[in-house]
């Protein structure tokens, strides 16, 4: 039987335009529309699907964050985890802690909770790093399964069958071990409102890195944060001739 860890990140949401600030230290998150991380959506569902089969005894939402992360950890805890963990991060402090302090986070919380599986989403849509997990079973030297499309677990093992470049891999796993979802893996059921109202009464537990002996001081400095260049109009040609004339025109040949 497995005890789960999910991680949840609260992103600025999907559909949202992302403007850069004026003095290109960040973007813009002041008035804008968060929500949970879509590749945690389906880290959350499997948790809650491998529960419902009575494979895991227990499903715990972590989020990492300011206060307004706990928007999110009620979302996950209104789609059917059993207690959340909320680990303070001042957001100041927050946007400069990169996935290898979250990894750090994460081990020290499986050992606290004693837990045996840890599902994250396969990376954040806000930094894109794709770390996290792989970060955080080297730190526990667990066995890992990234970029799951599907999951099974049998008693201490666990299959995962993944997604690569060449198609699908199948790998087995020997518990404990961490997965990252990946889009394919299933659909997220939406959180009802009885469901709801009843995530208010779930016990959340509020930590920070420091209870946890974590130091959140990060090597890696942000510089600039700049919009990507505009692309310029597309030229079209008649002939081949025309295409090497503008090519030489240009100085690419």
């Known amino acids: ?9 609260r ?26 991380n879509p590749f945690d959506e389906i880290a959350v ?24 992360s706990q928007e999110t950890l009620r979302t996950a805890l209104a789609m059917g985890a059993d207690r959340g963990i909320h680990v303070e991060i001042p957001a100041d402090d927050y946007v400069k802690t990169g996935p290898l302090q979250i990894s750090k986070i994460f081990a020290k919380l499986a050992e606290q909770e004693k837990a045996n599986l840890i599902i994250l989403g396969k990376q954040a849509i806000d930094g894109d790093n794709n770390q996290t997990a792989q970060m955080t079973a080297a730190v526990l030297d667990w ?4 970029f799951a499309s599907e999951l099974k677990l049998e008693g201490e093992k666990l299959t995962v069958v993944r997604e ?3 198609g699908l891999e199948t790998i087995d796993l020997k518990m404990p071990a961490v997965v990252s979802a990946d889009l394919r893996l299933n659909e997220p059921r939406y959180a009802t409102l009885p469901n ?18 974590v130091d959140l001081a990060s090597s ?13 109009a597309g030229i079209k040609v008649e002939n081949t001739e025309e295409l090497v004339g503008k090519l030489k025109e240009a100085g690419l040949v």
């Open 143 to 146: 066995a890992q399964g990234t």
């Open 1 to 9: 039987m497995a005890r789960v860890l999910v991680g949840v990140k």
């Open 196 to 213: 709801i109202m009843k995530a208010k009464k779930k016990k959340v537990a509020k930590l920070t890195a420091k209870d946890l002996g």
């Open 45 to 68: 569902e499997e948790a809650i699907r491998l529960r419902e089969k009575k494979f895991a005894t227990e499903v715990i939402a972590v989020t990492c964050g300011p206060t307004q």
């Open 220 to 232: 890696i400095e942000i510089v600039e944060v700049a919009d990507p260049p505009q692309r310029q």
């Open 11 to 36: 992103v600025i949401d999907y559909a949202v335009k992302i403007r850069v600030k004026p003095d290109k230290s960040g973007v813009v998150t002041e008035g804008v529309k968060h929500s949970m």
């Open 164 to 166: 690569v470049d060449g």
